[in-house]
Antibody, heavy 121, light 107 residues
Framework: QVQLQESGPGLVKPSGTLSLTCTVSGGSISSNNWWTWVRQPPGKGLEWIGKVYHSGGTNYNPSLKSRVTMSIDKSKNQFSLNLSSVTAADTAVYYC??????????????WGQGALVTVSS | DIQMTQSPSSLSAFVGDRITITCRASQSIGTYLNWYHQKAGKAPQLLIYGASNLQSGVPSRFSGSGSGTDFTLTISTLQPEDFATYYCQQGYSTPKTFGQGTKVVIK
């Protein structure tokens, strides 16, 4: 059973950089899957941030592209998110997810429990 | 970006009811449509992928249909554990986008 777990600071100062890591267990990050980040501001809906593949290939939401970097560490079975120049609007629960590879519908079949990141001084 | 619009935004129902949630895409997405539900304080869980395919382990009371721009999620007999918020998501193009959610509450 694949499991994902987010980790990182829960509080980031305005203008700083939000950094989160997702550790994958029960499966290999080098499998034929995209690995993604999705966020959810308190009381609001879901926003797709972007995706990363084990080759290092990435694809980001254009609305965040100038501030987002995703990377993968195959030796640790982890992938990471960096979001720069954060403001209060970036306060959200951040989820890491796996995109199922088989059907091609880009369904996210495994999710981490989520990490709340608050942007505040 | 493809806009996903769900209706209703919320609905109240009794245990045992049959309910339907609709999701409309701003342009045709074929059957690249997935459904999730999210219980309070938890991560979303995949229910349906490819508009009508039941994810492994999901009860058969859940079903999905549609193609192009109009999709539906139906719960045939609502159970207590089904009270949650439901989201559709298009997998057709980047950025992947979600509907705004439909909150199902107990009447």
């Amino acid at each position: 059973q694949v499991q994902l777990q987010e980790s990182g600071p829960g509080l980031v100062k305005p203008s700083g950089t939000l950094s989160l890591t997702c550790t994958v267990s029960g499966g290999s990050i080098s499998s034929n899957n995209w690995w993604t980040w999705v966020r959810q501001p308190p009381g609001k809906g879901l926003e797709w941030i972007g995706k990363v593949y084990h080759s290092g290939g990435t694809n980001y939401n254009p609305s965040l592209k100038s501030r987002v970097t995703m990377s993968i560490d195959k030796s640790k079975n982890q992938f990471s998110l960096n979001l720069s120049s954060v403001t209060a609007a970036d306060t959200a629960v951040y989820y890491c997810t796996r995109v199922a590879s088989v059907s091609g519908n880009y369904e996210m079949d495994y999710w981490g429990q989520g990490a709340l990141v608050t942007v505040s001084s | 970006d493809i806009q996903m619009t769900q209706s209703p935004s919320s609905l109240s129902a009794f245990v045992g009811d049959r309910i339907t949630i609709t999701c409309r895409a701003s342009q045709s997405i074929g059957t690249y449509l997935n459904w999730y539900h999210q219980k309070a304080g938890k991560a979303p869980q995949l229910l349906i992928y490819g508009a009508s395919n039941l994810q492994s382990g999901v009860p058969s009371r859940f079903s999905g249909s549609g193609s192009g721009t109009d999709f539906t999620l139906t719960i045939s007999t609502l159970q207590p554990e089904d009270f949650a918020t439901y989201y559709c998501q298009q997998g057709y193009s980047t950025p992947k986008t979600f509907g705004q959610g439909t909150k199902v509450v107990i009447k």
